[in-house]
Structures are given as C-alpha cells and as structure tokens.
C-alpha cells in the first residue's frame, strides 16, 4: 500500500502523498492499526472498528498517531481487543476516542460509525486533541 498504491494514487489525483488516515474494520482495523504503527510518518490517524487482534505494544515513532476505536456489546472479544488496545493508548498518553454500539460484528455498524470517526479525526488541524478525548460507552 504505501509503496505502491498511495503513489499511484498521488500521481493521478489531487492528493497528498501524506500523511494519510488508515481505517478497517475487524481484519481491516488491525491492518490499519499496524500500518500506522510501521509507518508513522504516511498514517497519522487510524479509524479501527471491532479490531480483533492488534499489536501488542505501542511503536515509539507512532506516539502522535490519533486513534479513533469502536466495537459493539454484542461482539464480546472483538470488544475486549478493541477496549484493551483503546486502555494502552490511554496509558500512553495518545490521542484517541473509543465508543461502543449496541450491536454486533456488523457492517451496519460499521458504516454507521464512520462518520463519526472521520469528523473526529479531521477536526482542526491545531487541535490534536485529548488523551481520552470522546470516550463514551453507547451509541
């Protein structure tokens, strides 16, 4: 992705090379989860919904990545992996948001989510956010 589809993409339509957001949902968000983890300086921000198993330990050069996380109650370990990499953000002092859907592994859920993760995550530029910022337990 990040030596051959971003420049593509860069070379034929009006974007920017970076930084660009990752996002996925269950398989998907921990691609986009490690993406951002291996390259910091392409991905600044990562939308990871029900993400099953993410890495275990935050990379030192991904400190100022912005995360926005969420799972529904009735996915029980897609919400706890999801929950548990939210709790390490925390603790490290990253920006993020974690919110939870009443519902399950879900598409619906997913693209319901979206937009929420995006106004979030492309909010001002100047202001990166809190750690912790918009953590909520329901939708």
């Known amino acids: 992705v990040t030596d051959e589809v971003i420049p593509w993409a860069a070379a034929r339509f009006p974007v920017s090379p970076a930084p660009w957001t990752s996002a996925g949902y269950s398989n ?11 390259r910091p300086g392409i991905f600044t921000s990562v939308a990871a919904f029900s993400a099953g198993v993410p890495p275990q330990r935050i990379s030192r050069a991904s400190r100022g990545i912005r995360h926005y996380l969420a799972a529904g109650t009735l996915e029980p370990g897609f919400r706890r992996a999801t929950s548990g990499w939210a709790a390490r953000l925390e603790r490290a002092g990253m920006a993020h948001a974690y919110r939870e859907w009443p519902g399950g592994h879900d598409p619906y859920w ?18 990166p956010g809190r750690p912790g910022e918009g953590r909520t337990r329901a939708a």
């Not at 993760?117 to 100047?126: D, P, Q, S, T, V």
């Open 110 to 127: 997913w693209q319901r989510e979206l937009p929420a993760a995006l106004a979030w995550l492309f909010k001002e530029a100047g202001d």
């Open 28 to 38: 998907g968000a921990v691609w986009a989860i490690a993406a951002a983890q291996r």
